[in-house]
């Protein structure tokens, strides 16, 4: 394994990861198959965008991709009939988590911060091994879309135009807790009622 030294270089493997899991999602949007929790609003976006726009939305510093290994017993199974998409998922799960097990392993806060996972999920990266990212990969659906609970990040992140405004959602998804600060917020008490 290559030993990455620098914030940079984990961005890098971040983009890397999020253009695979993009790529798999457009094909699955093109083709009207599951497209893993991507908000229905975004999947009309997603076909239609050009291989530019995909670059640009997977070089958002915050994993597009949600990923789940401790969960993976309960998770649902690939029951995938066509061949050739569960060989996909297959890959693309496998490839997300050597990549995230090589982060979590060498540096704990990047993981957390990049990849958006919980305690549990880093400790259970940090302690897998080969074969069991070989079956968990095969066996389980363990990578759903980042941002299920806002569809309107899914919506801008396909429509930002400008760079000033891609850089504002790069922000956003940073933020600690994102999906719980996107839901609407509850009214403040009236003080003066």
Not at 7 to 33: I, P, T, W
Not at 75 to 90: C, I, K
Request: contains cysteine; negative net charge.
């Amino acid at each position: 394994m290559q030993k990455y030294n620098s914030q940079g270089d984990y961005l890098e493997q971040v983009y890397e990861m999020n253009g695979l899991f993009l790529s798999f999602l457009c094909h699955q949007a093109k083709a009207r198959r599951n497209c893993l929790g991507l908000p229905q609003e975004s999947v009309e976006l997603l076909a239609a965008a050009s291989q530019s726009v995909l670059d640009q939305a997977a070089a958002l510093p915050h994993a597009l991709f949600a990923l789940n290994p401790g969960e993976h017993r309960a998770a649902e199974s690939l029951s995938v009939s066509n061949s050739a998409e569960r060989h996909g998922l297959q890959s693309l799960q496998q490839a997300i988590l050597l990549s995230a097990c090589q982060i979590s392993r060498q540096c704990p806060h990047i993981a957390r911060t990049f990849l958006g996972i919980s305690t549990t999920t880093l400790l259970t990266l940090r302690s897998m091994v080969l074969s069991d990212i070989c079956e968990m990969a095969q066996a389980k659906l363990i990578v759903s879309c980042s941002f299920e609970a806002s569809p309107w990040f899914w919506r801008e992140l396909m429509s930002a135009s400008s760079d000033a405004y891609r850089q504002r959602l790069q922000l956003v998804s940073l933020q600690p807790r994102f999906d719980e600060m996107s839901q609407p917020m509850p009214a403040a008490p009236d003080r003066y009622a």
